[in-house]
């Protein structure tokens, strides 16, 4: 059986194979077939650059990057929690290169997302901020003065000045300066 389309081969449309006889006048159905084959990879065509524009658009937008920034901060957590969980054991030199090797991998992941206005807020030894803080615990305590961020327990985060992760944070409760 005998195919009624073009066969393209590479960028050259000059071959043509005859339609199957049907029984019809094919004389009059080869240009309306050409012609709905054109239109329809015109029409198709068009679908294909709106469909860009509207990816280019997207992936441009600060919600995309926002919502992409969002499912990676608990890849940063992860980091975080290795990073410190080694720091515990006992130096090694296996345990120090090994953490050195980390340490750059993790830091270079933080130089490209500040690249794109990701930034850590700075809360230990701050006044709380409710605004900026969630805060999991108060501690009652002597060392350090009352409504002070004394230790994070997750980092908050902004992403070109704007809120995108609240810090959780122990504060200090000192009842004498209450």
């Not at 990879?41 to 524009?53: A, F, G």
């Not at 515990?88 to 750059?104: A, G, H, M």
Request: glycine share 4%.
């Amino acid at each position: 059986m005998l195919n009624k389309y073009f066969v393209i081969d590479a960028p050259r449309l000059d071959v043509y194979q005859e339609p199957p006889k049907t029984g019809n006048n094919s004389e009059t159905s080869q240009p309306d077939d050409l012609v709905t084959q054109i239109s329809s990879i015109m029409v198709e065509n068009v679908r294909l650059m709106d469909i860009k524009k509207e990816l280019e658009e997207r992936s441009s937008s600060p919600e995309v990057l926002e919502d992409f920034v969002k499912r990676q901060l608990p890849l940063i957590d992860g980091f975080e929690r290795v990073l410190g969980l080694a720091r515990q054991y006992p130096p090694s030199v296996e345990i120090d290169n090994w953490l050195k090797s980390v340490e750059t991998i993790y830091y270079r992941m933080l130089k490209i997302f500040e690249k794109y206005g990701l930034k850590t807020l700075d809360t230990i030894g701050k006044p709380v901020n409710l605004d900026f803080h969630d805060v999991v615990e108060y501690r009652p305590t002597t060392e350090y003065p009352n409504e002070v961020v004394i230790c994070e327990r997750q980092k908050g985060y902004l992403l070109n000045g704007k809120l995108i992760r609240d810090a959780k944070v122990v504060v200090a409760y000192n009842p004498s300066s209450a």
